[in-house]
Structures are given as C-alpha cells and as structure tokens.
T-cell receptor, first 112, second 112 residues
Framework: DTGVSQNPRHKITKRGQNVTFRCDPI?????LYWYRQTLGQGPEFLTY????????KSRLLSDRFSAERPKGSFSTLEIQRTEQGDSAMYLC??????????FGPGTRLTVT | DQQVKQNSPSLSVQEGRISILNCDYT??????FLWYKKYPAEGPTFLIS?????DKNEDGRFTVFLNKSAKHLSLHIVPSQPGDSAVYFC???????????FGDGTTLTVKP
C-alpha cells in the first residue's frame, strides 16, 4: 500500500493557460474522487469515478473542468483557461469501501 | 447553504486532558459520518466513522458520539497528546453516495 500520489505537488500558471493534474490511487481501490480546498475551508466535492465511469459531477465543476479515468486506474483533472479563482489545493482520494476515503497530498495551484 | 458546520475554528487543550470537537449538520438524509485529521502539507487522513444506526463508536483514544435528534456529532480524544495537534474535519454522506460533505475544520492544539 503505497498511498495515493498526486503530481505535480505545486503548479504556478498564468491566467488563461491550461493545466492538468494526475492522481494515482491505491491500486485495489475502484473509487476515485476529486475535491478542491481553499484556505480556511474544508474539501469541496468535484467529481467521482467508480472504475472508469464518472458517476457524479458537482455544479462546481464548470465546463472548463474535465476529469478522466481511463481504464479505471489513474485519473487526470484538466482545467482550461484558468482563472485566478481556480487557485486552490486540488485533492484526490480513493476508496475500496463506500465511505472511508484515502487522500493524496494534493496539488496546490496558483494562478497569477 | 453549508450542510456540515464546525462552529469552533480552533481549540486548545492541555496534554492529558480531554479534547472535544463538535460538528452540526442540517441534511437529515446524511446516514454516515466521518472524522478526518489533517497535518500541514498532507492530505486528510481518515480517523473514525459512525453509522446513523449507532450513537457511539470507539477506537482507542478516539470516540465519536452521534445525536441524531439534535443533528450533532462530537469527537472525543482522551487523553490528548501533542501529536494530536492538527486540523480535524467532520464529514457526512448520504446513503449510497460515495462523496462526502465536509465542514470547514477545527484546529486542535495540544499543549505539552
């Protein structure tokens, strides 16, 4: 059990650029989640995969955001045309059971 | 409309004493509740959970109490240790939904 890994750990980008983050879940976990966290707040749900199927998307996930999980393994989260309001910590989590989630260390995005 | 609220942003206790962290929720559909602990520069770590069919769950020094009629849960840490100093998040899920709704966290400081 090597834990959930996320890359990159930090990303600084200019407004209007596209960014992509990667999450590698714990190998036997078929559920994968993306959350966004801003300073002083708890994680906010973005989207959820069971295997390769994206089962739920939050209203927070505008059409500039897209997530994929090809072959039910790693996942990517892409943000197009980044805005300063996208600056946040993006957390990935995976789980084998329905509720307890194992989080990665997050990717901190700064949009300048 | 914040469905999970942690009204105390911070709590400071002396080593060896009891720490009590509180959480209130508004959505009566929530049926599973979790506590996560977060250290700086790390993702949240699952700590303890409770199903709505129970009113208490204990795991070592950690006990979670659920009062469904008051829509309130609490996490008790006895005895508190300096290593418990972290941000604690309360989270809740509706039946069958993998995603969790998080509170904004309480920063616990345990003083030696």
């Amino acid at each position: 059990d090597t834990g959930v890994s996320q890359n990159p750990r930090h990303k600084i980008t200019k407004r209007g650029q596209n960014v992509t983050f990667r999450c590698d879940p714990i190998s036997e976990h078929n559920r994968l989640y993306w959350y966004r966290q801003t300073l002083g707040q708890g994680p906010e749900f973005l989207t959820y995969f069971q295997n390769e199927a994206q089962l739920e998307k939050s209203r927070l996930l505008s059409d500039r955001f897209s997530a994929e999980r090809p072959k039910g393994s790693f996942s990517t989260l892409e943000i197009q045309r980044t805005e300063q309001g996208d600056s946040a910590m993006y957390l990935c989590a995976s789980s084998r059971t329905l509720y307890e989630q194992y989080f990665g260390p997050g990717t901190r995005l700064t949009v300048t | 409309d914040q469905q999970v609220k942690q009204n105390s942003p911070s709590l400071s206790v002396q080593e060896g004493r009891i720490s009590i962290l509180n959480c209130d929720y508004t959505n009566s559909m929530f049926d599973y509740f979790l506590w996560y602990k977060k250290y700086p520069a790390e993702g949240p770590t699952f700590l303890i959970s409770i199903s709505s069919i129970k009113d208490k769950n204990e795991d070592g020094r950690f006990t979670v109490f659920l009062n469904k009629s008051a829509k309130h849960l609490s996490l008790h840490i006895v005895p508190s240790q300096p290593g418990d100093s972290a941000v604690y998040f309360c989270a809740a899920s509706v039946p069958g939904a993998g995603k969790s709704t998080f509170g904004d966290g309480t920063t616990l400081t345990v003083k030696p």
